[in-house]
Nanobody, 124 residues
Framework: QVQLVESGGGLVQAGGSLRLSCAAS????????MAWFRQAPGKEREFVAA????????DYADSVKGRFTISRDNAKNTVYLQMNSLKVEDTAVYSC?????????????????WGQGTQVSVSS
């Protein structure tokens, strides 16, 4: 069964850093577009970042540009989200997603594999 497993969430003070990991169960994902989304309590799910595994091309939400970096490690079949200069408003459940998408997309419905999510809490 195809799986995405996230890890790395936790509690951090504003200004701090965290690195999220998303381990893919199959090498098939190397042909996919991978993304991170987040959902805060009472809010809609929102796009954070995406990476085309084969080319390394990336895209970011304006709210995280310059602070977050998405990357992938072929040897470990893992996608990372390095989050620096964290803000209280970054607090959310972060989920990894994957889809056989040709172009980078911010639309959640185009991703057909999802992880269980990991909580990121940023305190002031």
């Amino acid at each position: 069964q195809v799986q995405l497993v996230e890890s790395g969430g936790g509690l951090v003070q504003a200004g701090g850093s965290l690195r999220l990991s998303c381990a893919a169960s199959e090498r098939t994902f190397r042909t996919y577009t991978m993304a991170w989304f987040r959902q805060a309590p009472g809010k809609e799910r929102e796009f954070v970042a995406a990476i085309k595994w084969s080319t390394g091309t990336t895209d970011y939400a304006d709210s995280v540009k310059g602070r977050f970096t998405i990357s992938r490690d072929n040897a470990k079949n893992t996608v990372y989200l390095q989050m620096n200069s964290l803000k209280v408003e970054d607090t959310a459940v972060y989920s990894c997603a994957a889809g056989p998408i040709v172009a980078l997309t911010t639309r959640a419905h185009e991703y057909n594999h999802w992880g269980q999510g990991t909580q990121v809490s940023v305190s002031s």
